[in-house]
């Protein structure tokens, strides 16, 4: 059974840093697509942030130049490094792996605000 874990999230100022992290186990991680996706209240899931298995990353233009998507396969875990937040940020974040199916986690908050 795959199982995808998301974890870090949490309380931030504006233009602070948070770093998410997503474990998966149950499948060939290292051949798995990742996607961070968020939901912000009201409104519809948002793709943010890809890897592809061979490292090519692919981001949304409004995180653009902040977010940064990584992987370690070793530790069959992805991570998004979020840097210089703004309220507009907050969201849901949910992690999603492909790998001949797809798999969610189950979320976790982020908020941004003073």
């Known amino acids: 059974q795959v199982k995808v874990v998301e974890s870090g999230g949490g309380l931030v100022q504006p233009g602070g840093s948070l770093r998410l992290s997503c474990g998966v186990a149950?499948?060939?991680?290292?051949?798995?697509?990742i996607a961070w996706h968020r939901q912000a209240s009201g409104k519809e899931r948002e793709l943010v942030a890809s890897?592809?298995?061979?490292?090519?990353?692919n981001y949304v233009d409004p995180v653009k130049g902040r977010f940064t998507i990584t992987r370690d396969n070793a530790k069959n875990t992805a991570y998004l490094q979020m840097n210089s937040l703004k309220p507009e940020d907050t969201a849901v974040y949910y992690c999603?792996?492909?790998?001949?199916?797809?798999?969610w986690g189950q979320g976790t908050q982020v908020t941004v605000s003073s």
């Open positions: 149950g499948t060939s991680f290292s051949n798995t697509v």
């Open positions: 999603y792996a492909s790998y001949r199916y797809g798999y």
């Open positions: 890897i592809l298995p061979g490292g090519t990353t």
